[in-house]
């Protein structure tokens, strides 16, 4: 994890190599664990706001997102089709804002 518009060397906040995470504090490198095994996120890993909050701050805005990994995009997708623009914080299931419209 790094601060900045480009990733360089000295904008990293917060590395992972291998089992070892550790992040650039005060007085230099912080060793946060090194048993994150090869399945796990440092995100999960780390969850230390004292030690790491950018790391908590980047799982919680994380958390946040909504993801649709089932949603058609193709032509013929009930969401491409023409409808009056809305605003909404989430989707139905098929990619329609507002499924209470005709359509």
């Known amino acids: 994890m790094w ?16 089992p070892h995470v550790r992040t650039r504090g005060d007085h230099g490198w912080e060793t946060l664990t090194k048993a994150a095994r090869p399945h796990e996120s440092m995100l999960d890993v780390v969850a230390d706001p004292n030690r790491a909050p950018e790391l908590v701050t980047l799982r919680e805005k994380l958390r946040s997102w909504r993801l649709y990994d089932h949603l058609r995009t193709d032509p013929g997708s009930p969401a491409r089709s023409p409808r009056p623009g809305s605003r909404t914080s989430a989707l139905a299931d098929d990619g329609i804002c507002c499924p209470h419209w005709p359509g």
Not at 3 to 18: H, K, M
């Open 3 to 18: 601060a900045g518009p480009v990733a360089r060397p000295s904008a990293v906040l917060t590395e992972r190599r291998g």
